[in-house]
Structure formats: structure tokens, C-alpha cells
């Protein structure tokens, strides 16, 4: 590893790591682990334009990828059931504290014949997504579950309320 | 007051000061009162496993203290019409300036047996608060009113205008 | 240009320099121009009391000058057509990154009379603006198309779908 490599790692690491934290999200505080991620998603930013997940295979086309490219879209539902995303480089603050081991993480992204279903034909349906509700700060997100942290006021989990 | 307190104290005061600022938010600027509240988080946080309101009475049980853990569902409103939060922790931006005083603020949070109310059943009536947009930036929220301050691109509450 | 001033100056481009990073938005890096322009909103401060666009004729009256109080309400439209806002205080990371030049760009506000426009008026025949979802962290926002990067999670403008 050449010194400008490990400055690269560095600023990137870094760069992760705020706006981690400023969000309600952390990264493994294994560093030396997490440094070896950070390099592989700066490596697949050379190779392919976009720093798709470093424990995915990725096509090289963009349009195909997107739902790997790190944060990935299965980031936080894995945090939530596993502590830690599919990589392992973010966890749950429980992971960050010592107070959940890692275990192995099964693959969650669905096979591609799947991945394409339109968003759009769910809303036909109703909303694609819950709409929760943080009830401090009144920030709204639509995912399967709440985060775990609001990005906003930094209330937990257990202050949000389903809203639509 | 040990050594280790002082420094979990300032430790504690400056987190929630970042978070507040970040947010749109501000602590009390009268410092030293601000850190006797945030040693109060601190005692209710090892009393009772969260960080309870220090102006409150907690049960005790997470379940039902949910609204007043700190910052509590209450703050929003209390420092929208009265300048600051029940305890006085946080302030709004006028307070901070000191173009406004504090004055006694009366007890918001609804007595037990009203408080269950469930949101379910709000929303069969509708939503069950008005969604804000900020006119700037697109940022959405669900309160009784627009926060001081977007958080996302800090335009102030004249720019938010009822969107849902 | 008084010491004082030049203080000032570096205060408010430090300030509107940490919130526009934080929030994914970013000051145009020609330091010197973007100076003048931040010396322009204080004393636009100054003069009417608030920081009207340094770019536009206000009207001094504040309800009449809300949509040009800096940031404005066209900046990010005008930041995703032309890489900049009016004044190019503002600019797209295309921009920053010297990968796109700035171009001159038209006034999109609209004339007086179509400005009062009630967002009510609109809601009556649906949503005022369509709705985006982060599909990474579940941010949502309603605007004409998805911001440059998500504020929260910092996934960029193709990981957003539309929502609503």
C-alpha cells in the first residue's frame, strides 16, 4: 500500500465516519477491519465510477447496481435484525458497545429478476413503504421499520410512531 | 461532585449541545444551570435506565415515561409559545439571543389517562398531525407547527408552509 | 472594509460554509466571490432585516420577500439546471469539482402576480409537489425532483424514487 493510499483511506475513512455519526448511524468501531472496507469501496469507485459494496460482486452497470452501492438499500433493515449491515461496516449502536456480537449475515438483496419491481405498482396498492414519525421532532421517513436513532433530534427507535 | 462526574457532565453538555445546534436547536445559554440539568439526565439515566425529564416525576417504567425522556414529546410546542422547554433546558433562538425572556412555563403533558390516546385511531379521522414544507429545501415534518429552524437547510419558519 | 467587517464576513461564510456541507448543498469555491456575496446578505441584514438575495431587488417589505430570503426558493431548482443558484453562491458538486462551467442563468422567480399562488389551491387537485424517498435511509422530501445528495444518509440523487 503506497503512503497516498493510506491518506486516501484515511480522508475517506474519515468522511464515513462524520457523516455516520451526524446521522444516527456508526461505523464498526473495528477500525483496522473497517480501513479494509473503506480501501475496497475506493477500489470499486477505480473500477467501476461508483463504490458498490465491497462484499458484492457488481455488474459494472450502474443502473444495476444501485441498490449496492454503499450505504446500500439493505443497510439499515440488516443493522436493524442483525446489528450490522451484510459487510459489516456499519453496526448497531448495541454492536458499537460491545453489548451484541456479530454473527454471519445472510444475503438480503433479492435475485434479479425480482429487483426490478416498480415502486410504482405498489402505490397503486397503498404507500410502497410505512411512513413513521419521530414524535420529539416530528421527522418523517418511510422505511419497514423506524432507524434507530432519529437523524434530526436524536431520539431512539421507540419514539416513533407509525404515521401513514 | 468527583472528578469523573465533572467530566461525564461536560462530556454529556457538549454532545447535547452539537445535536441541538446541528438540529436547529440550542441549550440554555446559562451554562451553569444547563449542566445541572444535563447531571440530572445523567443521575435519571442510571436511576432508571433513560434519561427522564429532570422536571418531572418518572414511573419508572420505560412504557410509560416514553414521552418525557429527554428531549420530550412537549419541547417543540413549549419552546414555540413559551420561549423554552418545561425545564428550560432548551431554548429558542430569541431566549438564546436574550430578546426574550423566560417565563414559568405550565405543565403540557396530558394527565395519564388521556395520554394513551392512540394515534390509530387519529388517523382514522385524517392525519394526525399537518405535514410541514420547508419552501427551500423540500423537507418534510408532521407537528402541530413548523420547527424555528429547517434542519436540513436551516431557512427559518416563515419558509415552511402546510403541505399535507 | 473595516477589521470588524472582515471578522464578520469570515463568520458568516464559516457558518453558511458547515450548514451547506452538512446538509449536502455547497458554497462556490472562488472564496473571494463568495465573500462579496456573503458580505452583500449582512448588510442586506442589516438594511431590511433579514438576508434578502444579494442578486434581487426586495422589496423591503418581508412577507412580500420571503421566497428571496437567502437560501431562496429557487436555489435548488436552479442548482440542478445550471449547476448554480442566481447569485452562484450556491453550486452543484459537478460545479465544484470543476467538471461543469457556470453558465449565466435566467431569473426563475416568478412575476408578482403569479407569486401569491396559493400551495392550498394546489392541494385541492393533489400534492403540491411530488413526494421523494431516500431509498437508503427512507428520508423523504417534496420537491420538483430529488436533492443532489440526501441530507441524512448522503446516498446521491439516483438512489431517490419518487414516493407520493
Chains 1, 2, 3 share one sequence.
Do not use: W
Not at 455516520?20 to 470499486?44: C, M, R, W
Not at 436493524?80 to 451484510?86: I, K, R, S, T, V
Not at 449502536?93 to 433479492?110: A, D, H, N, T
Not at 434507530?148 to 407509525?162: G, L, S
Request: charged residues 30%; neutral net charge; aromatic residues 8%.
Amino acid at each position: 500500500m503506497t503512503d497516498i493510499n493510506t491518506q486516501e483511506i484515511q480522508r475517506l475513512y474519515e468522511k464515513l465516519n462524520k457523516e455516520a455519526e451526524d446521522g444516527g448511524y456508526h461505523l464498526n468501531p473495528d477500525v483496522e477491519f473497517t480501513k479494509q472496507l473503506v480501501e475496497s469501496l475506493i477500489i470499486n469507485q477505480q473500477r467501476y465510477g461508483y463504490p458498490a459494496c465491497p462484499c458484492r460482486l457488481a455488474s459494472g452497470k450502474k443502473e444495476e447496481d444501485l441498490d449496492i452501492i454503499c450505504p446500500c438499500d439493505y443497510r439499515d433493515a440488516d443493522i436493524l435484525e442483525y446489528g450490522a449491515c451484510y459487510c459489516g461496516l456499519y453496526v448497531s449502536e448495541k454492536v458499537l458497545k460491545g453489548e451484541r456480537k456479530l454473527q454471519s449475515i445472510p444475503e438480503r438483496r433479492p435475485p434479479k429478476e425480482k429487483r426490478s419491481e416498480s415502486v410504482t405498482q405498489k402505490i397503486q396498492t397503498g404507500l410502497p413503504y410505512p411512513v413513521y414519525r419521530c414524535k420529539v421532532c416530528g421527522y418523517l421517513c418511510a422505511r419497514e421499520s423506524p432507524p434507530e436513532v432519529c437523524p434530526i433530534c436524536k431520539a431512539k427507535k421507540e419514539r416513533f410512531e407509525r404515521f401513514m
